[in-house]
């Protein structure tokens, strides 16, 4: 009888597990092919000679002190801008998921505007705000684009919503009722926060912090534009090597020291998220939500509303005001016409361009991203599999540059010669996103009972039957944010595109780009044009998933 | 009084939750609000607790009006439906989290958790997860959580909603013993009427919130105020009748009534007890419909002709077979006029 039982148990164990081996298939060879290649191709062509390998490279360039500068400089502005994007956007993730008022739907979309932004845009309106002949100088002769603060600041405005999002969408969920018990038990609603909702949120906070982290570790457009020649990241002087000065061997080692501190700080992320998840009882968040009481929550609610309009809303009003700084919308009629110097093509196509190739992106990171949270959902998995967690953040944390230069010299010949097609754009912009899908998804998909799987199964669900019938209407928002994210991280990819997309068939921020290179006043114009094009895009995909979030939400 | 609630009256979208209710629970007293679900009773233990702010009236412990005064200073124990332990802390972590808000020292702390999970009869359970607990199990951590920091006043929410009827049935005994030698004042609320009249010195009955009935649970159990009590409290032998002097015309035909009863238009409440079975040529004719054991006694349904059923309570050796024609007559000890 036991053994019977025990010989059960083993099998169904083992076919689990060969269940997660197949989940992860797809994933590990989408990875294979489209990461380790490339990374492997550009990698190659840096460090070897020759059939040999030359590694004393790594430390000569380390030993480099403007080199070195630049490292020190990396990490200290990502250090300060993820603090500081901590300290700005938790208040707001709070109001997001637990206070009600009108207009918090399309506020939502709008604190997720930045974020799809292209970083030279991004760049660009806080030259427009913060630099010489930018608002604050008009207004008070204060200019910061010569100090830190305006990367800092730059780095707050993109990534609020990354905190937002993925430490709200965790928030909604959580039962107040928590929170109720220790305030019965005299705590303050502060001392309550801190012991019982903070610990519950680790999870959402580290996956957020370390996002944080890595874009700004990563951060490219932004101190390209904001650093000037005082600071320099890591991926500023890959591409410095990469495109000005032609040194491919000193920008595949900078790639490698990126990838072995990235690599690190994944390794760290992994085993903490481990240790701090527990099964969350996770509730409808419609019902979390209340309408503000007392005086401090209405001042966090207007402190949190007066901040969104400062840092995120203002920028993008003077990128509007720029872009209109013109009689006649010339600087939107001028985007229409051919004149053949920029682009081949005129450059409002670019729009076209830019949806086909997010939605196929998006379609690519949900399906590829879906698959591997879902084989990673079990905690007590092997090591092969949290190895796994941790090398689909890698393509966030190696630069964006290294991938499109990647796809460039390694998917343009035998055997895999893909340079021709369209395909390869929404590929690179896919593997950018995947990181993306599965940090949302897998902290809502771990915190699901474990019982209520067992529960379908008991009642005859096929594993594919138990995630589609108790883990996917539990994550249905998740997914959809994940989505959501995938598509806006297409949209305004900017790195990796930028060497792969075709002269004839650019996407907005490469056209963007390609405008702020050229001098000229129409040229400037036209760019702040399509990146309020690009903006209003952004807005009007989102708010649609917006709408998609509550209908769906209504429904469970 | 421990506590008052004056005109309290809580709305939700303009509808009231909690309409005008009074109510007071003296020291050392358990009181019971019973009632279905959706009658109010929860958001009464949220409003006192100060997790629902009240709309109208007040809340007074202690004779000191509590508006403006936080969840947190008031002193109260709530043990939630759910039991909401936390579960990142273990047993003795959640036990002691009262403590810790209420700055005891460490020391003290461990001593008093033990002390509590040995009166909750988990002695030696501090180290263990929550996740690893059964039901009655969390049911007593919750209740040991609640009761460290010593509360003025312990409110329970449907306090053994979720368990097994042998250890709901242990756990009420057990719960009112520990209550009565502590001397706790309890505020409970329950849509399980044994669980209300084992535990409650005093029962609330509410309805669609307001407070139909508030009396000890003999005085609710013998003379409901009304056809709604009745019917919540499993009476079904509920007819509207004409009452003149110690006779009620019903559906039924002639019931006998106590001496002394109100007159005129009425509701008439007759026990299972007072329905007593005779033999087919005499009093009421009626089919019986079903039989249901009862332990002690028999349920029998009983359908007369042209009329509302009753339901009979008697002996086994007494009790018809289904299909079976029975005669009936009323048993005026067992009859109530209500209103």
């Known amino acids: 009888m036991d053994l019977a039982r025990t010989e059960v148990t083993g099998r169904a164990a083992r076919a689990g597990n060969a269940a997660r081996l197949g989940l992860m298939a797809v994933p590990v060879a989408f990875f294979a092919v489209f990461f380790a290649y490339p990374v492997a191709a550009i990698v190659a062509r840096g460090l070897g000679s020759d059939g040999g390998w030359r590694f004393g490279r790594l430390w000569d360039v380390a030993a480099q002190s403007d080199i070195r500068h630049v490292l020190w400089f990396t990490t200290w502005q990502a250090l300060a801008s993820t603090a500081l994007t901590l300290l700005v956007a938790l208040p707001a993730a709070y109001v997001f998921a637990r206070l009600e008022f009108p207009g918090k739907q399309v506020l939502r979309a709008v604190v997720t505007v930045p974020f799809v932004l292209p970083t030279v845009v991004v760049g660009t309106a806080f030259l427009a705000l913060v630099g010489r002949g930018g608002l604050l100088d008009d207004l008070w002769g204060v200019r910061l684009d010569t100090t830190v603060w305006a990367i800092l600041l730059a780095h707050v405005f993109f990534n609020y919503a990354v905190v937002v999002r993925t430490v709200g969408g965790l928030w909604s969920q959580l039962d107040p009722r928590q929170e109720e018990a220790a305030r019965m038990l005299g705590a303050s609603r502060l001392t309550a926060w801190r012991t019982v909702t903070l610990p519950a949120l680790g999870p959402a906070v580290a996956a957020a912090t370390l996002m944080v ?3 700004t570790f990563t951060s490219f ?16 002087e890959i591409y410095r090597q990469t495109s000005e000065i032609f040194d491919l061997s000193t920008a595949a080692v900078l790639t490698i020291v990126q990838f072995l501190a990235v690599g690190a700080i994944l390794a760290v992320h992994a085993r903490t998220v481990r240790r701090r998840e527990s099964a969350l009882r996770l509730v409808d968040a419609s019902v979390t939500a209340r309408r503000p009481r007392g005086a401090g929550q209405w001042a966090l609610l207007a402190g949190v509303l007066g901040t969104i309009a400062v840092l995120l809303v203002l920028p993008l009003a003077v990128l509007a005001q720029r872009s209109l700084d013109a009689p006649g919308f010339a600087y939107y009629r001028a985007l229409t016409s051919d004149d053949g110097n920029v682009f081949l093509v005129p450059p409002i196509d670019a729009i076209g361009n830019s949806l086909e190739y997010a939605v196929t992106a998006t379609a690519i990171a949900v399906a590829v991203g879906g698959l591997a949270a879902a084989s990673l959902t079990r905690r007590d998995a092997g090591r092969l599999v949290r190895g796994f967690d941790a090398l689909l953040m890698l393509p966030l944390g190696v630069s964006a540059v290294t991938v499109g230069f990647g796809f460039l010299i390694a998917l343009d010949e035998p055997p ?15 593997l950018v996103g995947i990181p993306f899908v599965v940090r949302t998804m897998l902290p809502v998909l771990r915190a699901v009972d474990q019982r209520l799987r067992e529960a379908a199964a008991v009642l005859g669900a096929s594993p594919w039957r138990v995630w589609r019938e108790v883990d996917l209407p539990m994550v249905w928002r998740a997914l959809l944010v994940a989505a959501g994210f995938a598509f806006a991280v297409s949209l305004g990819e900017f790195g990796a595109t930028v060497f792969i997309a075709r002269p004839d068939n650019p996407t907005l921020p490469v056209a963007v780009a390609r405008l702020l290179g050229r001098a000229g006043e129409l040229n400037y114009g036209q760019a702040m044009a399509l990146s309020t094009i690009l903006m209003v895009v952004c807005v009007v995909a989102l708010l649609v998933l917006e709408r998609l ?7 469970l | 009084m421990l506590l008052e609630l004056e005109r309290a009256t809580v709305r939700f979208g303009g509808r009231p939750v909690l309409d005008a209710v009074d109510l007071s629970v003296a020291e050392h007293e358990v009181v019971c609000v019973l009632g279905p679900s959706g009658s109010g009773k929860s958001t009464l233990l949220r409003a006192v607790a100060g997790l629902q702010p009240l709309d109208a009236g007040r809340v007074l412990l202690d004779g000191r009006d509590q508006a403006g005064v936080p969840a947190h200073k008031r002193e109260l124990g709530l043990m939630f439906q759910d039991h909401q332990l936390f579960p990142q802390r273990d047993v003795g972590g959640n036990v002691a989290f009262g403590l810790r808000m209420h700055g005891m020292p460490r020391i003290r702390q461990g001593e008093r958790v033990a002390e509590l999970l040995e009166l909750v009869g988990l002695p030696g359970a501090a180290g263990r997860a929550v996740a690893a607990l059964s039901g009655g199990e969390q049911q007593r951590v919750a209740l040991a959580r609640a009761l460290a920091p010593r509360p003025r006043l312990l409110m329970l929410d449907e306090p053994l909603g979720q368990l097994d009827r042998s250890l709901r049935e242990r756990l009420v005994v057990e719960l009112r013993e520990l209550f009565g030698r502590l001397g706790t004042t309890v505020l409970a609320v329950t849509h399980d009427q044994g669980e209300a009249f084992a535990l409650a010195d005093r029962v609330v009955v509410m309805r669609d919130g307001r407070i139909a009935q508030s009396g000890t649970p003999l005085e609710v159990w013998q003379r409901p105020a009304d056809a709604f009590v009745a019917r919540f409290l499993g009476f079904d032998n509920v007819v509207e009748a004409t009452v003149t002097e110690e006779a009620a015309v019903t559906p039924w035909g002639k019931v006998p009534v106590p001496s002394g009863s109100a007159q005129g238009a009425r509701t008439l409440l007759v026990r299972p007890a007072g329905v007593r079975l005779v033999g087919a040529d005499e009093g009421l004719r009626c089919t019986v ?14 359908q007369p002709e042209g009329a509302p059923r009753l339901e009979a309570a008697c002996t086994l050796r007494d009790a018809p077979e289904v299909g079976g024609v029975v005669g009936v007559s009323f048993d005026a000890a067992e009859t109530v006029v209500l209103d």
């Open chain 1, 213 to 215: 982290f890595l874009f």
């Open chain 2, 289 to 302: 419909t079903a039989r249901t054991f009862r332990g002690t006694h028999v349920a029998v349904h009983l």
């Open chain 1, 549 to 555: 979030r509550t209908d769906r939400t209504g429904e």
């Open chain 1, 221 to 236: 457009g932004v101190v390209q534009i904001l650093g000037g020649p005082t600071f320099s990241t890591l991926e500023v």
């Open chain 1, 416 to 430: 895999l010669d893909l340079r021709g097609t369209w395909i390869l754009v929404p590929l690179a912009q896919a």
